[in-house]
């Protein structure tokens, strides 16, 4: 079973949301669709997990730069995230114990391979990041 079919069977309403922005990555050509389910699936575990500071790879950084970048970034997030706010980027955070910890969560979650390249930054949901 593949993310997006994962992420469809698990939370229907979250993959519902997802459809807008990950046909318009799709449609931009910029990265694999592969990257682009990453995405989706990285930012379905944030949804699960609260309080996750996660540690992208640098093909689900890529996606998420282009994403940003977009005017609709925000109404997407809050279409995801609702009250709980916009995912937070934090370039040159991330950490090799938080890499480890999303790798372990996201090849768990959707058995499949997360990549071995981290990001220099962190993702998380603002006011669920822990003090």
């Given amino acids: 079973m593949n993310i997006l079919a994962i992420i469809q069977a698990k939370n229907p309403a979250f993959h ?24 989706a699936g990285l930012l379905f575990l944030l949804s699960q997990n609260p ?4 540690v992208p790879t640098d093909a689900i950084d ?3 730069h282009q994403h ?4 609709e970034f925000a109404q ?7 009250d709980r706010a916009v995912a937070e980027h934090l370039p040159g ?25 981290a990001a220099a930054c962190e993702l998380f949901i603002k006011g ?4």
């Fill in 16 to 39: 519902q949301s997802l459809q807008p922005f990950l046909t318009r990555m799709e449609r931009s050509g910029s990265h694999s669709v592969k990257a682009i389910a990453q995405y």
């Fill in 51 to 54: 309080g996750l500071v996660a």
């Fill in 62 to 64: 890529n996606v998420l």
């Fill in 68 to 71: 940003m970048e977009q005017p």
């Fill in 76 to 82: 997407d997030m809050a279409l995801l995230f609702g």
């Fill in 93 to 117: 955070a991330g950490s090799e114990s938080g890499f480890a910890k999303t790798k372990a969560l996201f090849e768990r979650e959707f058995q499949a391979s997360y990549g071995n390249h």
């Fill in 128 to 131: 669920d990041r822990p003090s």
